[in-house]
């Protein structure tokens, strides 16, 4: 299906449900995601940024690792055999009356974004690389395997079927929409990287020897473009706004200004302001159109 098909169709489906949007009424907007979404509650909290438009609420219900494990966003249900939401998302779909329509309801999800450091921050085994179609200016190493970009992709999308599975267990009843956030680009420093903790509780996690490489950054963008074409293609078929990083966070290559960097992986809250504007100029324009 092509792009304007597809979005004529969301449309057409919009229409039909009646969806109107009254400008008197509360626009709640709900975060939920792993660590990425972290940056977007910490701008919250120190109030680097409040919604420009009267009547839009910001709530971050459900965050981190710990409360929203990655590989549990979605869970087999016993006595139904089908895909169901992480019960704390949707114990907490219900406290926050997501379900009740009472508000104009949004959905902003930032699920499953570090796919592409787990397979590339650190140099992988045996070495590969590969060209991007959409940057095949970027060296390649020549002491690697080259692999063709449909193999690489077809990673990203064997992981990501957790991802399409918990689209579609995301209520649409008395939804006005569903964002999804893609991951910060990676830092190009790799001095930034070595010099983080979060590098060394990584190399943990993934069971890497103590001199394990840090990949090179060209390498790295590369990963992530591949990640951010899957992710882009998923969102389209489950009718989810794909919303891209802010432009103002990344230098003339596309990587992380040092400004927002934080960590070897992640954003700063500086960074997370600029992506909460993004949102609420994202569903503006939405609304602007239903």
């Given at each position: 299906?092509?792009?304007s ?25 709900f ?30 219900i ?16 016993p ?45 992988p085994?045996?070495?590969f690389?590969?060209v ?9 190493r ?15 999308n ?11 267990c995301?209520?649409?009843k008395n ?49 992530w ?10 969102c ?55």
């Amino acid at each position: 299906m092509t792009t304007s098909l597809r979005q004529a169709c969301v449309s057409l489906r919009r229409l039909l449900k009646g969806q109107r949007r009254d400008p008197s009424k509360t626009v709640s907007v709900f975060f939920f995601g792993q660590s990425h979404v972290v940056c977007l509650k910490t701008a919250w909290k120190r109030r680097l940024y409040r919604p420009k438009n009267q009547g839009f609420e910001f709530k971050f219900i459900l965050s981190g690792q710990r409360q929203f494990p990655s590989e549990q966003i979605v869970m087999r249900s016993p006595s139904t055999d089908t895909d169901v939401l992480h019960p704390g998302l949707a114990q907490a779909f219900d406290e926050y009356g997501v379900y009740g329509g009472s508000t104009e309801t949004w959905l902003v999800s930032m699920v499953r974004g570090n796919a592409c450091n787990m397979f590339g921050l650190f140099e992988p085994e045996p070495p590969f690389d590969f060209v991007h179609p959409a940057v095949p200016e970027l060296p390649v190493r020549t002491d690697a395997q080259l692999l063709p970009y449909d193999a690489v992709r077809a990673i990203f999308n064997q992981y990501s079927r957790r991802t399409a599975s918990f689209f579609k267990c995301l209520p649409r009843k008395n939804i006005a929409g569903i964002l999804h956030i893609e991951a910060p680009p990676p830092i190009p420093s790799e001095k930034q990287v070595y010099r983080s903790v979060e590098r060394v509780l990584l190399r943990r996690v993934l069971g890497r020897a103590r001199g394990t490489r840090v990949s090179p950054r060209e390498f790295r963008m590369k990963l992530w473009k591949a990640q951010c074409d899957v992710n882009r293609e998923i969102c389209a078929e489950n009718d989810i706004i794909y919303v891209t990083p802010p432009a103002e966070a990344l230098d003339g290559e596309g990587y992380l200004l040092p400004k927002a960097w934080f960590g070897a992986t992640h954003a700063s809250a500086w960074y997370g302001a600029l992506v909460l504007g993004k949102i609420e100029a994202v569903i503006t324009g939405e609304r602007s159109r239903q």
